[in-house]
């Protein structure tokens, strides 16, 4: 078994959170791709299927700087449950979309299931270090990173497949499924996911917490560094709107949507694995940071010119290698560098940044999808990232990675130095 996986056959906790966020990862394809291909076939238009991922990501980034602090002042293991159980519900109402009178339910359905995920996804990343030990920290976050990499390809993959040879509202059921076992994980977690707080134990109203939090990464230009990191990626992703169009191309139809998923997943899985040396040389870490966003923008404009389908799915699979190492990177780095008091809430504002990057891309890519070529379209958002990648490593050029990560410190609730 691989050095970092091993992990998972030595921490129980560990891994029920692992396994709990593979079946929601997985959940969450089971509705994405088949919706994807059932909106264009009720609607006519490719419309709904872009505002569906931009709501999906929009809601994310409305909501995060308030649910990381949450994340930071409830109890980490209810959220993840009642978030799960929440988007449970949700995922019921997406059974009665059934023609294009009520395709816009979908809207709806996805954008409560994205307010449980603006809940789950900053709980689960904060409590992440206070479940592993020190010694396996950047072991854990590899496998971690793999999660999504992992159901992106098992779940867009099945999802397509289902849905083609039975229905979407099938993949609806599994989806309903998954949520329910997700919530039983992590109802069996033991370990605490928060380290012991100081003071009167009387948590900070949310917006001075907020407050508190922003002023933390203000003053401190790595902490700005990174949690900027995953927005170049987060500019790119518009190109997610014409992957159906992409498919029907090339004749590749349903099946073809949810290869290109699975590829973008398997690119995700990959490059963390690869890139595992990079979390234990800091020197290694900005320049890697730099080389993954260009690399991604450099894979989509591969894919705008690409003429057969094989290679398309190469350079997906390219792009998402970098994408992937990008993130488990940047998250890495940010669990070093931030005490366990502050982490939900950095957390959340990280990923308040790339889900807001990705919800502005899907936005102009949907409004565009009808008027121009997906070859352009695929080759502006390849641009943008590269153009941000070259700006932020001529911006972050001179700063130098903490020589120590201060996990010790984190775990405390004690403030490291700048």
């Keep these: ?54 709501v999906d990501t929009g809601i994310l980034a409305l909501l995060l700087p308030w649910t990381g602090t949450v994340a930071d002042r409830v109890d980490r293991r209810k959220i993840l449950i009642f978030a ?101 994980l992590t109802a069996l977690i033991r370990r605490p996911m928060q380290a012991p707080r100081s003071g009167d134990g009387r948590p900070a109203r949310a917006l001075p917490a907020l407050l508190e939090s922003l002023r933390y990464i203000a003053g401190r230009p790595r902490l700005r560094a990174l949690v900027t990191v995953k927005s170049a990626v987060g500019l790119g992703n518009g190109v997610l709107t014409v992957f159906p169009l992409i498919a029907a191309v090339h004749g590749a139809g349903a099946m073809g949507t ?29 320049p890697g940071l730099a080389l993954s966003m260009g690399l991604y923008g450099l894979g989509y404009l591969g894919v705008a010119v690409a003429p057969w389908f094989p290679l398309v799915l190469a350079l997906v699979f390219v792009a998402h290698f970098a994408g992937g190492s990008n993130w488990v990177l940047s998250n890495y780095a940010l669990q070093g560098e931030v005490p366990d008091e502050l982490r939900g809430r950095v957390f959340a504002t990280d990923m308040m940044l790339a889900t807001l990057a990705i919800a502005v891309s ?57």
């Design 1 to 54: 078994m691989p050095a970092s996986f091993s992990v998972l056959t030595r921490n129980r906790d560990f891994r029920r959170l692992f396994a709990a966020e593979l079946v929601v990862f997985g959940a969450d394809w089971f509705v994405m791709i088949p919706l994807l291909v059932l909106l264009p076939e009720l609607t006519g238009s490719g419309t709904l299927g872009a505002m569906v991922l931009a």
């Design 84 to 184: 799960n159980v929440a988007a449970f519900v949700s995922v019921l109402l997406l059974f009665a979309v059934r023609s294009e009178a009520t395709a816009p339910l979908a809207l709806v359905a996805v954008g409560a299931i994205a307010v449980s995920k603006a809940f789950y996804s900053p709980a689960a990343s904060a409590a992440l270090p206070n479940l592993v030990d020190r010694a396996d920290l950047a072991a854990a976050n590899t496998v971690a990173g793999s999660a999504w990499g992992t159901m992106t390809v098992v779940g867009a993959s099945l999802g397509g497949v289902v849905s083609s040879v039975f229905s979407p509202y099938v993949c609806f059921a599994v989806t309903a499924v998954c949520l329910l076992t997700g919530s039983l």
């Design 258 to 286: 949810g290869l290109l998923f699975a590829l973008r997943g398997a690119g995700a899985l990959i490059g963390p694995m690869v890139m595992r040396p990079v979390l234990n040389r800091p020197s290694w870490l900005l």
């Design 362 to 418: 899907q936005l102009v890519a949907g409004a565009a999808i009808d008027r121009f070529e997906q070859e352009w379209i695929i080759a502006a958002c390849g641009t943008i990232t590269l153009t941000y990648a070259i700006g932020w490593r001529l911006a972050t050029r001179r700063l130098k990675p903490s020589t120590e990560p201060t996990f010790g410190i984190a775990g405390t609730g004690e403030l490291p130095p700048k």
